[in-house]
């Protein structure tokens, strides 16, 4: 006997987990990662490690909407928009690594 088994939810060790190296800001219950190597901006899922990277940053006083360099782990994942309800690119974040003041994606 055969047995198959689906499942929806996205396993973090099967998907694209990789380095993103960016900066990232949170103001008014939206967070958003901008990568320094596309200059592309996501919207940050709060699921995963995402609500420890939120503490982190909250704890720096940050400016209002003011971009920390940041890096992480995580991948990429088609959600809809919760306006316009269309799939869009999103940041899962799996591992909060580190924020730094001292860098930025600016050359």
Not at 1 to 20: E, G, H, P
Not at 65 to 92: F, H, R
């Amino acid at each position: 006997m055969i047995v198959l088994l689906a499942c929806n939810k996205q396993d973090s060790k099967t998907v694209d987990n990789r380095l993103f190296i960016g900066e990232y800001r949170y103001f008014a219950d939206a967070a958003q990662f901008k990568e320094c190597r596309t200059n592309k901006i996501y919207p940050v899922l709060f699921d995963g490690d995402h609500i420890k990277m939120e503490r982190r940053y909250l704890k720096m006083n940050p400016k209002q909407l003011e971009w920390i360099a940041a890096d992480i782990k995580g991948y990429l994942k088609l959600v809809p928009n919760e306006d316009t309800m269309k799939p869009q690119e999103s940041l899962y974040i799996t591992e909060f690594i580190r924020f730094d003041r001292t860098v930025s994606c600016k050359k």
